[in-house]
T-cell receptor, first 113, second 116 residues
């Protein structure tokens, strides 16, 4: 069966450290993989997109890696800040599906000062 | 410019009643998506509209759910004879181009539906 999984437990880290979130999937062939941030009571906000033929993408303090052999994406936040505390969602954008996204359940990140 | 808006922000209804949820996408966006997010769960795709094409309804959980998009803009998601398991946050997103592309989806704030 098709499945997409993220770290099920909340991630608690100290300010200034690097947060690493994991997204694993099975039985999909995504054209793109996207990461979103969601704050309580709000809709998801797009952060980064990585294509199937890309290994790594960076944006400011964010870095995403994509390994289509391992079927895994890692999402890193360097020099984390309390304002980074939120739930982070990974989403697959499969081939020929019109862009309808398949989401993981999200990982809650808490950055302590 | 305004983002995606949804109304109402909260809806409490009694089991068996019908509800309508509204989504106003970003102007000019041709693709519109509805998702559902149950407590502690990821977003679940419901339905997708692209321009004038027939909608992709493959994610609708039952025939009590339907949606329409008038004039290629505003969309309404209707749930008939609501059940308690329909309680969730219903999220709408729009995208500039519906074909496979790198255009990101912009989400609205969602409608929190509670069925008593």
């Amino acid at each position: 069966s098709q499945k997409i999984e993220q770290n099920s437990e909340a991630l608690n880290i100290q300010e200034g450290k690097t947060a690493t979130l994991t997204c694993n999937y099975t039985n999909y062939s995504p054209a793109y993989l996207q990461w979103y941030r969601q704050d309580p009571g709000r809709g998801p906000v797009f952060l980064l997109l990585i294509r199937e033929n890309e290994k790594e993408k960076r944006k400011e303090r964010l870095k995403v890696t994509f390994d289509t052999t391992l079927k895994q994406s890692l999402f890193h936040i360097t020099a984390s800040q309390p304002a980074d505390s939120a739930t982070y969602l990974c989403a697959l954008d499969p081939h020929n599906q019109g862009g309808k996204l398949i989401f993981g359940q999200g990982t809650e990140l808490s950055v302590k000062p | 410019g305004a983002g995606v808006s949804q109304s109402p922000s909260n809806k409490v209804t009694e089991k068996g009643k019908d509800v309508e949820l509204r989504c106003d996408p970003i102007s000019g966006h041709t693709a519109l998506y509805w998702y559902r997010q149950s407590l502690g769960q990821g977003l679940e795709f419901l339905i997708y509209f692209q321009g004038n094409s027939a909608p992709d309804k493959s994610g609708l959980p039952s025939d009590r759910f339907s949606a329409e998009r008038t004039g290629g803009s505003v969309s309404t998601l209707t749930i008939q004879r609501t059940q308690q398991e329909d309680s969730a946050v219903y999220l709408c997103a729009s995208r500039l181009a519906g074909a496979q592309s790198t255009d990101t989806q912009y989400f609205g704030p969602g409608t929190r539906l509670t069925v008593l």
